[in-house]
């Protein structure tokens, strides 16, 4: 589930998406930034849940970072409708660190 959400996330964030509902608000892009990083920390953090590692959860907050960085700077450098968005990239990392800690809360909970 993790290796396919992520590469869904990869897919999605180097194509042109039409017909993205609209949320109402002028931030709707951010949302779906923050949603989506959420997400992938939280799969990750779950599929991790049985590694007895202090660390792990950091290491995995990198990891998400760096691959919303990653993602950013190819929508620059290899498609023609997408650009690299500083904002977008503090959106992923919001959701990145909201997810983790709820994946790390849900392991503590599962683990007791």
């Known amino acids: ?3 396919v ?9 180097l194509i042109t998406l039409n017909g993205v509902p609209s949320l109402g608000s ?12 959420l997400c992938l920390a939280l799969v990750w953090g779950l599929y991790f849940k049985y590694f007895k590692s ?6 995995l907050c990198f990891a998400a970072i760096f691959l919303g960085f990653m993602l950013e700077l ?20 919001i959701g990145v660190v909201f997810g983790t800690l709820i994946a790390s809360q849900i392991n503590i909970y599962k683990l007791n």
Do not use: G, W
């Open 5 to 13: 959400y992520t590469l869904a996330l990869i897919v999605a964030s």
């Open 26 to 37: 002028s931030f709707d892009d951010k949302i779906y930034h923050i949603v989506a990083y």
């Open 74 to 93: 190819l929508q620059y450098l290899v498609t023609e409708n997408r650009t690299y968005d500083t904002y977008d990239l503090i959106a992923n990392s």
């Open 54 to 59: 202090k660390h792990l959860f950091l290491k």
């Open 1 to 3: 589930m993790s290796i």
